[in-house]
C-alpha cells in the first residue's frame, strides 16, 4: 500500500563509488572480501566500519528479522551496534545482557531493519517509499534519533490528500506531534480529496472518530458520510462480516452520530443519507422535521454546522484602474508566477469584472509547476461593475510547497472592457506567508507583476 501512496525515489545520477558497490553487495549479504588487507583499501574509520555492514565476517551476532515465513537471517557486531544504539547497549552489555548468538525480531520488516543497519554502520540514510514507515517503526524501538527524524522528514515531503489519513493514524501511534499538525494542515484544506482517497478506508477506528469530529474540516457534510459508508464496508471486510446495512452501522457504532447530518443541504440528505439505509426510519423521520418543523425534535447526531476554513487573500496591486480602451481579452492569457515561503493551499483566483457596468463572465483559471498542470476549473462570475474583486474557484485546493514557482493563469471571456490592476508589489507579506511574484512566459495579453489581472490569490494556510 506504501508504495502507492508515496512518490518512488529517483536514483541518484553520479558514479557509483568502490565503497558504495560495497554496500549494495551487503544488501545482498554478498560478503566477499577483496583483498587480504582489505583494511588498507579504506582510509578512514567509517568505511572501514561500513564493510562490516551485513557482513558475516567477525560477526557475534545473528538477527532473525521478520515475520514467521518472511525471515531473513542478518549478522551484526555487537560494539558497532551499541555505539549507534542505547537498545543494542543494553541488550548486549547491560545488566541484564543475554549471550545469545542468535535473536529473534519478528516485529520488524527485514528491509527496515537492513535500512537502521546501514545508518548505524555507514553513517548512511537510504529511505524508500514503501519501507519508511516500516524503518521509523525499528528507528523508534531501537532508539537511533536521527534516522527517526529522517523518516519523518521524508513522510512529510511526501505527504498529500491521498495519503495523509494514513500518515495521521501512523503520526499518532510513533507519537510525532509535528508530522501529526502537518497531516491536520493537508486534511483539513483538501477534506474531500483526503475522505475519497483510498487510504482513508485504511485507517483505524480511533483516526475515524478524530477526523469525523473534526471542526476545521473544509468538507460537504454529504462527502463525509459517503466517506464513513465507505469506511465502514471496508471494515465489514476486515471483520469478515456480511456486507449488510445492519453489519456497516453495527462498525460505525458511536462514529455515526459525529457525522453532522442535520447540516446537510436538503437535496443531500433527502437524495443520499435519508435513502441509504444506515438511518432508522425514526432518525430519518426526525431529521426532516429538523429540516420543517418550527419545534425541532432532540437529536443524536452533531447539529451545528462545522467551521471550516477561512480563505486568507493575497491581493498584489496597490490600485486598480480602467481606461476605455482596455483591458481587453479576446481568448487571450492572462499569467503570473509565485513563490511562498510555508506550505499553502491554493483555493482560487480573485478577478477583476467589467468597467462598463454589471457583466458576466467565463473564466478557466489553470495552475502549473514546471508546466505540469495541477489544478484547472471552467467556471462563470457574475461582476457588479465595482472594481472589487469576484472569487473563482478550483474544484479542490490545490497543495503548494514552498520555496518553488507556481504559474497561475487565467483566459476571460466577457465584457471586453474591464479594470486592470496598477502598482504590483513583488512581495507580499499575508499573514504568516510571504508570497513573491514574477512574471510569466505564458502571459500573452499584458498582465505582468507591475499590473494587469489576477489580482489575488485566495489560498488556506
Known sequence: MAADIFPRKKPANSGTTTVQQYHQQNLNNNNTIPAPNWQGLYPTIRERNAVMFNNDLMADVHFVVGPPGGTQRLPGHKYVLAVGSSVFHAMFYGELAEDKDEI???????AAFLAMLKYIYCDEIDLAADTVLATLYAAKKYIVPHLARACVNFLETSLSAKNACVLLSQ????????????????IDAQAELALKS??????????????????????????????????????????ELS??????RKVLGKALYLIRIPTMALDDFANGAAQSGVLTLNETNDIFLWYTAAKKPELEFVSNARKGLVPQRCHRFQSCAYRSNQWRYRGRCDSIQFAVDKRVFIAGFGLYGSSCGSAEYSAKIELKRQGVILGQNLSKYFSDGSSNTFPVWFEYPVQIEPDTFYTASV?????????FGQEGMTEVQCGKVTVQFQCSSDSTNGTGVQGGQIPELIFYA
Open 411 to 419: 483566459i476571460l471571456d466577457g465584457n471586453e472592457l474591464s479594470y
Open 171 to 186: 503520526s499518532c501511534l510513533f507519537e510525532e506531534p509535528d508530522l501529526t499538525q502537518r497531516c491536520w494542515e493537508v
Open 104 to 110: 529473534r525480531i519478528p516485529d520488524v520488516e527485514p
Open 243 to 248: 456486507l449488510s446495512i445492519e453489519n456497516k
Open 198 to 239: 483510498e487510504g482513508f478506508c485504511d485507517i483505524d477506528f480511533q483516526t475515524l472518530e478524530s477526523i469525523l469530529r473534526r471542526e476545521t474540516l473544509n468538507a460537504k457534510e454529504i462527502v463525509v458520510f459517503e466517506a464513513a459508508l465507505n469506511w465502514a464496508e471496508v471494515e465489514c471486510q476486515r471483520q
